[in-house]
């Protein structure tokens, strides 16, 4: 990829990028979505643990789960749907060594993503500097996976995408993140208002509860499964 192929395309616009990412998953969903179903094994471990165990044992047995279990998931699929996502967008195979080339990076990926954390995060103290290395690393780990790029030229590599056009990415990067949050809690309250309707709890029980029941965590495990691709 040359200079001017990283800057000569102008950037679409949110609605049209939102759009885009909803017509690809409906034109794909049953890969999308049958990848993110993995989920749904620690989420039914989940459910079990808590039906067999005392308080106290299932929060450090659930804990382990969603540590070493569904993380590593999460991660996994995560790399997979940055993987699997251009040749569905061009209407091409998916790589047959899919899940080996998943493998290669999936090290990289972890510790490019861990190096952008530190960075990111406690320069937030500062505020504008948390935004500028927000959005300057936003595509490091894309570009790991995708191009194959070594950590620190992935850095580097994420913030020349950017260069000459940061505010046009802000804005698409923050928006979007926001109407998808938004979209996201509304799906929420949706699904969490189920067990009131089917009378089993109370809408007042459900929004004051200091901890989820089994069925409404179940709901929200839901959730975050089919939001999976679109944060990703």
Do not use: C
């Not at 200079?3 to 909803?22: K, N, Q, R, V």
């Not at 195979?93 to 993503?113: D, F, K, Q, W």
């Not at 103290?125 to 936003?138: E, H």
């Not at 790991?144 to 990067?173: N, Q, T």
């Amino acid at each position: 990829m040359t200079a001017s192929d990283d800057h000569s395309p102008s950037l679409p616009g949110i609605l049209s990028l939102f759009t885009e990412t909803l017509s690809l998953l409906r034109k794909n969903a049953s890969v999308y979505f049958g990848y993110a179903s993995w989920l749904l094994f620690p989420i039914l471990l989940s459910v079990f643990l808590r039906s067999i165990l005392d308080a106290d044992r299932f929060l450090i047995a659930n804990g382990l789960v969603q540590i070493f279990l569904y993380g590593v998931l999460v991660l996994y699929l995560t790399i997979l749907f940055i993987v699997i996502t251009p040749p569905l967008r061009a209407k091409t195979r998916i790589p047959e060594t899919l899940h080996a080339r998943i493998a290669s990076v999936g090290i990289p990926y972890i510790l490019t993503s861990f190096l952008v954390s530190i960075i990111v995060i406690p320069s937030f103290i500062l505020v504008i500097p948390g935004f500028l290395f927000l959005v300057w690393l936003a595509f490091a780990g894309h570009r790991v996976v995708l191009s194959h790029d070594e950590i620190i030229p992935a850095l580097k590599a994420s913030k020349a995408l950017v260069h000459g056009r940061y505010f046009a990415v802000f804005w698409r990067f923050i928006v979007g993140m926001m109407l998808i949050f938004f979209l996201y809690a509304l799906l929420a309250i949706a699904l969490l208002a189920i067990p009131a309707v089917l009378g089993i709890t109370s809408f007042n029980e459900i929004f004051e509860a200091t901890e989820l029941t089994a069925l409404e965590d179940t709901l929200i495990s839901l959730l975050e499964i089919l939001s999976l691709p679109v944060f990703t």
